[in-house]
């Protein structure tokens, strides 16, 4: 299944619970459409959220709301049903707000591009660029992607170096990871490969799908776990089977999905 955004997307997201998938665009716009196995996906809002990039965007409030962040440095509230503005900070950080993560229903997480965190605590300066991250082990270990391709693992509260570290097999830049469970991810990567990734022991099992040619800049779970979304420099939202290309995995053959 695909969706073509017209211009080029730097972050998606499912809704919580309901079959809505949200695109923030190169534009500023934000994007929100209803998709479904037997039907073509249907744009339900087109919003002009900013005026330079929407860099990010997250569901919050049960889905009842969309916070998206903008190079232009704010921090947008969008009614779900309406498309109307609930909240707006406009000078939320210094620099391009480029990452939100939910924390609770209240409390989300920013991050810009002179590397501000507003949250508790912050790493010791790495030499590689560090482009994605997961939570894993149960909140005990930090995991990192990377530009030059290498996998970095921090413990939790110790951050001032990483702990663990290994080599993805295309040693291409890590831009999006996925937690799939609390010993594997999915991992997207500049070759435009999604790979499914072991943790503790550190490995890569196998590709399990190919977006198209252009590097994986996204990637996201559908509410229900049936779809993986992903997004690159084509300007297309592709939604996977997610048990299919699993399914392709643990057969160990060739990887099938539907489109």
Not at 139 to 150: A, D, H, L, P
Not at 189 to 201: A, D, H, K, M, Q
Request: glycine letters at 6%.
């Amino acid at each position: 299944m695909e969706i073509n955004l017209g211009k080029l997307a730097f972050d998606i997201d499912f809704h919580p619970s309901d079959n809505l998938v949200a695109a923030g665009l190169i534009t500023g716009h934000l994007h929100l459409y209803r998709y479904s196995p037997d039907t073509v996906p249907v744009r339900l809002l087109e919003v002009h959220a900013h005026t330079e990039s929407c860099r990010a965007a997250r569901f919050i409030n049960s889905g009842r709301a969309l916070l998206t962040g903008s190079s232009d440095c704010s921090i947008l509230a969008t009614d779900v049903e309406t498309g109307s503005t609930i909240a707006r900070v406009d000078n939320a950080h210094e620099s391009a707000v480029n990452r939100l993560i939910n924390l609770t229903e209240s409390t989300v997480v920013s991050g810009d591009n002179d590397g501000c965190i507003k949250a508790q605590a912050r790493s010791e300066f790495s030499e590689d660029e560090l482009l994605s991250v997961v939570l894993m082990k149960n909140g005990r270990k930090v995991v990192c992607g990377s530009q030059t391709g290498i996998i970095l693992l921090y413990s939790w509260g110790c951050f001032k170096d990483c702990s663990d570290q290994f080599t993805d097999l295309s040693s291409n830049s890590i831009d999006a990871m996925l937690k799939l469970n609390e010993d594997r991810i999915i991992t997207g990567s500049e070759n435009r490969i999604i790979n499914l990734v072991g943790i503790l022991p550190n490995r890569v099992i196998q590709p399990i799908a190919e977006h198209s040619e252009y590097p994986v800049e996204g990637l996201a779970f559908s509410h229900d776990r049936k779809f993986l979304g992903s997004i690159a420099y084509d300007q297309m939202l592709k939604l996977w089977d997610l048990d299919n290309i699993l399914q392709g995995s643990r057969n160990k053959n060739k990887f099938k999905w539907s489109d």
